[in-house]
């Protein structure tokens, strides 16, 4: 046995049997498969042998991160799978341009680190920190893109997802980036105890996400019920016929709605209805016809504005109305949107509209004039109260307008007495208004 062992380290030692080991081992840290443990172990020995291996070059390093990347990225290969082998070449394409592209950001991150910094300390925990910084870059150079970042090999752990509101995706990534630090330090000094200390508390965090936080929640008059409706995840994205989705949302909703009535909210995912729903009536109708006048649903489809498609969140009333959007302004590279598009790759296949990011978020500036408008019901009584901020420094005309508007406030509050007409309150208004040089709008129905 002891024997078969020592053959066995000289073969498990050499730098491409490595790479492809701890990728493999790597791979199995992400979704579906989510062994956080792995994690450590792949980037711990990767890392301990670029600081302590002589035959570990520099080249290694590069085709560690390579072929991590290109198995990791082969997914992109599915989107593109059903529009023939044209499509599928190019998918082929761009997994490999975009694998040596963040494989060059990891190499270069890592290079750099063992270039600058000679002490083997500041190597030891700079070599892991590096992930995280190519981690940053990743989400500044293409934005959005899911780059499946080190805090999601506990996406299946509601314990540790519990800190992200505190730590933050990038934040969770360095706490596990600087335990990677730690192991690699006590590998290097042969702290043998501690490594099994450290090694037994990873594991045994692993082992929490077994459990389930059942834990109920005290309800109030504050509290918000949610429905989140999703399909099978792969009949979701095989499936593209509009009302055959339609019809399983609808299947799923109803069932959920019989188990759980008193819902204030109904959520179905992103392109759940792969369509243009602005201004479909007759969709919005039948969506509608799932809630009743205290709930809300809220649909991801798409919109189409002037040549342009939007990835659009909608939210729909009881009446089937749209009372508010929301246009997605992160797209995904390759899922939404195919760089250069248009004067390359559209002269060769027909690839369709590349989405557009959404544009009709309103960001406060300095001299911006902004109302607050709040209503509240209560027993059948409606109350209306509003209330006009200036932003900044505003320019003087527009301070003059906010101050004679509410000046007519007040004229229309003074003429409400016993005996008095509506109109009297209308006239009252219009007169302080039209006698500081503004007119009103006299048909507002």
């Known amino acids: 046995m002891v024997s078969n062992l020592n053959n066995l380290l000289p073969y498990l030692s050499r730098p491409i049997n490595l790479i492809i080991i701890f990728s493999i081992v790597y791979v199995f840290s992400l979704p579906p498969f989510g062994v956080s443990i792995f994690y450590y172990i792949s980037f711990s020995i990767i890392f301990y042998n670029i600081l302590t291996n002589d035959n570990f070059s520099k080249k290694y390093i590069f085709y560690f991160f390579l072929f991590t990347q290109i198995i990791t990225l082969s997914w992109i290969t599915q989107s593109f799978y059903s529009g023939g082998f044209g499509y599928l070449f190019l998918g082929i394409i761009l997994v490999g341009v975009l694998s040596i592209f963040i494989a060059f950001l990891h190499y270069s991150a890592t290079i750099l680190i063992l270039v600058t910094f000679k002490k083997k300390l500041l190597q030891i925990f700079l070599l892991p920190l590096g992930l995280s910084i190519v981690e940053i870059l990743k989400e500044f150079i293409f934005g959005g893109f899911p780059w499946n970042p080190s805090a999601i090999i506990y996406y299946k752990n509601i314990w540790i997802l519990k800190s992200l509101p505190f730590f933050?995706?990038?934040?969770?990534?360095?706490?596990?980036?600087?335990?990677?630090?730690?192991?690699?330090?006590?590998?290097?000094?042969?702290?043998?105890v501690v490594i099994f200390s450290l090694s037994s508390v990873i594991v045994l965090i692993y082992a929490?996400?077994?459990?389930?936080?059942?834990?109920?929640?005290?309800?109030?008059?504050?509290?918000?019920n949610i429905l989140l409706i999703q399909p099978n995840l792969y009949e979701s994205l095989v499936e593209f016929d509009v009302l055959r989705n339609l019809e399983i949302y609808e299947k799923l909703t109803?069932?959920?709605?019989?188990?759980?009535?008193k819902v204030d909210l109904i959520i179905w995912p992103e392109g759940s209805l792969p369509i243009d729903?602005?201004?479909?009536?007759?969709?919005?109708?039948?969506?509608?016809?799932l809630i009743n006048e205290d709930q809300k649903i809220i649909v991801g489809s798409s919109a189409i504005e002037e040549n342009q498609l939007f990835n659009r969140l909608y939210i729909i009333d009881h009446q089937g109305k749209t009372i508010d959007f929301y246009d997605k302004q992160k797209l995904v590279l390759f899922g939404e949107y195919i760089p250069f598009v248009k004067p390359i790759v559209s002269?060769?296949?027909?690839?369709?509209?590349?989405?557009?990011?959404?544009?009709?978020?309103?960001?406060?500036?300095?001299?911006?004039?902004?109302?607050?408008?709040?209503?509240?019901?209560?027993?059948?009584?409606?109350?209306?109260?509003?209330?006009?901020?200036?932003?900044?420094?505003?320019?003087?005309?527009?301070?003059?307008?906010?101050?004679?508007?509410?000046?007519?406030?007040?004229?229309?509050?003074?003429?409400?007495?016993?005996?008095?007409?509506?109109?009297?309150?209308?006239?009252?208004?219009?007169?302080?208004?039209?006698?500081?040089?503004?007119?009103?709008?006299?048909?507002y129905c």
């Open 168 to 192: 933050g995706v990038y934040g969770l990534g360095l706490v596990v980036h600087l335990i990677v630090g730690l192991i690699i330090y006590f590998l290097y000094y042969k702290k043998k």
């Open 208 to 224: 929490f996400g077994f459990f389930e936080n059942n834990t109920e929640r005290k309800t109030n008059n504050e509290t918000l």
């Open 254 to 261: 109803l069932e959920a709605l019989t188990n759980s009535p």
């Open 277 to 289: 729903l602005n201004n479909r009536d007759g969709l919005l109708t039948r969506l509608s016809s």
């Open 347 to 443: 002269k060769f296949l027909n690839l369709g509209m590349n989405y557009t990011p959404g544009n009709n978020q309103k960001i406060l500036k300095d001299g911006d004039i902004l109302n607050i408008d709040v209503t509240v019901i209560k027993d059948g009584w409606h109350g209306d109260t509003s209330k006009m901020f200036l932003v900044g420094k505003c320019a003087p005309h527009n301070e003059r307008l906010v101050r004679i508007t509410q000046e007519c406030l007040y004229k229309g509050i003074e003429a409400v007495k016993p005996g008095a007409y509506l109109g009297d309150i209308g006239n009252a208004i219009q007169k302080h208004a039209e006698s500081n040089y503004y007119s009103v709008v006299e048909d």
